[in-house]
């Protein structure tokens, strides 16, 4: 059994290709699914997906790169959202200088306004870190008692430390697969069993021998094998605990 624990089924390139997908994910042993909203449509269609199958669950968020547009009126609907029953989870939120290195100051703040919810309802955050691996961390590091994940974790392996210091899992995903990706490869090898988690960030990222091609939640077992050969562990051992660290990290049903 293996947890997708960053998918945006939500995303319009699945517009009304969702049940194709979920069957595929399911034959594949892909059992749960987190789907991951970014703004306003993707949180509630995120939501939608989880009330109608009971395997998905939704986190809702703000991405760093619609930071500069968050007001406090969007707060106050995130706030609703946020008090679901199939929430499990804030974000994806946090710095991204690669696709915005204008609005930094509105960056720092959504985030820090999502990490507050995220230690208040005690809901873990989705984190999303592109080319601001320091930033990330001094924001972060601002806070005590930190749960959640680095999502498709793309930091230095020497930085891994510190980010489990602050209590948050490593999650990966196609990137390590690639053949020229030797920092993931090396994340693979250092992060402790018991923080690492696996993903697909699907419709993107997908790994090899399909990378460039729009990615699915089936494909997570790709993530898993090759983490498995790059660890020298059997396949199993690595679904197992990754699937045990998504259940007790998002606290779901077994
Ligand atoms: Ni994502």
């Known amino acids: 059994m293996l947890i997708d624990t ?21 034959e594949a042993g892909v059992k749960k699914l987190i789907v991951i909203g970014f703004d306003h449509k993707t949180n509630e269609k995120a939501i939608e997906l989880a009330e109608q ?21 969007d ?21 991204d200088f690669y696709w915005d290195k204008d609005h930094i100051d509105d960056q720092v703040e959504v985030f820090k306004e999502q990490i507050k919810r995220s230690l208040e309802l005690e809901l ?38 510190q980010f489990l210091e602050l209590g948050l899992h490593i999650s990966l995903g196609g990137p390590v697969t690639f053949k020229n990706a030797k920092t993931p490869k090396e994340v693979a090898k250092v992060v402790p069993l018991d923080r690492l988690l696996v993903e697909t960030d699907s419709p993107y990222l997908s790994p090899h021998p399909f990378r460039g091609k729009r990615n699915e939640p089936a494909r997570v077992k790709l993530v898993a094998e090759e983490i498995a050969k ?25």
Request: hydrophobic content about 40%.
């Open 75 to 95: 707060f106050v609907i995130l706030d609703e959202l946020l008090d679901h029953d199939k929430v499990v989870g804030i974000g994806e939120c946090g710095l």
């Open 6 to 26: 960053h998918v945006h089924l939500n995303a319009d390139e699945f517009e009304g290709k969702e049940a194709e997908i979920i069957k595929r994910a399911q």
């Open 230 to 254: 790059l660890r020298d562990m059997s396949f199993e051992e690595v679904a197992k605990a990754t699937t045990e660290n998504a259940i007790s990290l998002f606290k779901l049903e077994e």
């Open 124 to 161: 873990p955050l989705i984190i999303h870190m592109r080319d601001a691996s320091e930033a990330t961390y001094n924001v972060l590091s601002e806070f005590e008692n930190l749960r959640g994940i680095m999502h498709c974790y793309s930091g230095s392996a020497e930085m891994v430390d």
């Open 53 to 73: 199958y009971d395997f998905i669950y939704a986190t809702v968020g703000f991405h760093p790169t619609i930071a500069k547009d968050i007001k406090d009126n």
